[in-house]
């Protein structure tokens, strides 16, 4: 009955080490056989909403007593839902992510995940990645990086920040998502994916 | 008897998962990719992933792969001072910085946590070991890059001017006088213009956000300099040069590092034509350079989304950083050592005349001095595009002032 028990046991732990091992011996990456996963963008979703206010660096804040003024304001977080399909018989790894959010055309922020998903073979999962903008920071980005845009465009920057932080609910104005590269690893092998996309 | 099967078991299944991570040296990376200083920091915040890339693919730190962590803050001091913490807890032995707001909020941190702090802050008020130990940087300080710059313009367009000889030249700066990075050379330039004989003009104050410095230019024609000192970003330098050049300024112009990359000639055009800058290496892309292929080749496999005409000098100045602070915890790591104080003091501190490949100076770190070179290349703007006009070496020019100049 021991022997036998013990037999069983080797049986089961063989078996669990191969379900661990994600049947490694299937099939491995290489080169010609690694095919690029897509990434695609599912939605962006206004995640939490504050509305639109700011306070410059004169006003004094309530709280703490004496406290520092700032430049705070508002902030406006996006979240970006992303399918990433495995078109391989293999799991391959999504090693990180990244990719600049524009509105209306301006370029505001680069974020990104830099956590390790695996994605299953012939499989599709989604990742979410949160966009955290500042008004006073999106005034300084569009300053220095579009300062010359909005002179020709006759703007002001705290204008279209405005717009943006209070029609960002009804997506009103175009999301996008530019230059986006996603950085796959499987057997050693790295692939990396070119994305982009607007929402709606 | 029955331990034997259990064993062969469990050694099975060890061999058939899957690898474990190798051990990992942790890096931080702090970067701003959406605040005053995007329209740089985004390139280079690039930069520094594709170059982990490739030290990864390169061995890493002697067989132990490179775990970069990176993050935005904004230009957001307290979220720099957030990620530094988080850093800690994930146990980096090195934080990649970014700039002045970052550096200099983390200086009394970084020094009593020891722990490496390499950023693109070149200011020369980090390069004393005995203040700021641990910030470090593979470039040559704006200090110095200044003192080099307006010494190119005096070596080779001074001496050519008719008034040479006859009269003082004329020198003025400009930049934004709140800003700790526009004015951190200013007090050095000056001492160097002093030192050759300019006479001085009032400072302009324009605003990193300047879309318009036509006041400025005015007020500065009153004092007729022969050179300008423009200590700003690319984007507000051009709008200057462009003021400059509509109201008839009739002055060279000499730029900081920040203020000069392959978007000043587009933007400025024929503004921008004759200026001049000190650069910390080479421009992207850029010919005859050893390493620059591999530059070239990682921004197209990593980030084949972004145009190639986009990128610019800041990926190498990145690439400069991370090179530099790979071979310091390699050395590091082969004295046993990869710790903070093992990474500055058996790597940094090794460093005599390395060379990174990457068109810069070759980088030097002594116990005493962390100005890694006195020699610095200086480039002019001629037909749009970038041409060395000299290297320009204060420390062997100055010997007897160099050590003097130290840590301003």
Redesign the interface.
Known sequence: M?SLS??R??IV??V???A???C?GVQKATETTFQAPSVALNRAEVASYFGFWFYNNKVQPSLPEGGKPGNNGAPLIYHFVFDIANPNAFPVRLD?L???VALDGF?????GS?DEIWIPGGKTSQLRVPCV??PF??F??L???G??R??KMGKNPWELIQTWWTKAPDFSFPVEV????A?FKADGITK?????AKYP | M?AA??A???A??L????ASTAQEVVVGSLND???????VG?DY?LGI?EAVNYCNDNGGVNGKPIK???F?Y???VPEALTKYKLFQRMKAVAVLGWGTGDTEALAPTVTQDKMPYVSASYSGHLTDPKKTPYNLFAATDYSTNARATLTAWHDTRWKKHPDYGKRKPRFACSYMFASPYASAPIKAIKDQATLLGFEIGPDQDVS??A?DAKSQVLALKDFKPDVVWHGN?T??VS?TLRDAYALGLGADHIINLWGLDENLPR?AEKAAEGAMAATVCAFYNEAGVPLMPKVVEYAK??????PQEKRLIRTVQAWSNVLALWEAMKRADKAGALNGEGILKKGFETMREFDLGLGGAKLTYTETDHRVSGAVPVYEIKDGKFRLVQVTDIKSRWPDKWNGWLGW
């Open positions: 021991r013990t037999r046991l080797v732990l063989a669990a080490a191969l661990a091992s994600g490694a990180n990244k990719f600049t370029d505001l922020n680069t974020v830099q903008l500042g920071e999106a300084m980005s300053g220095v990086v300062g010359m909005l002179q530019r230059e986006g590269s950085v990396v994916v070119a994305f982009q | 029955k099967p259990l062969l078991a469990m099975l299944i061999f058939l998962a899957p990719m959406t605040g005053a200083t995007s329209d985004k915040a992933a970069l962590v990176q935005d904004g230009y957001r990193l956000f879309v970003t984007m507000s709008a933007l496999k990593f980030n084949p989304g972004v």
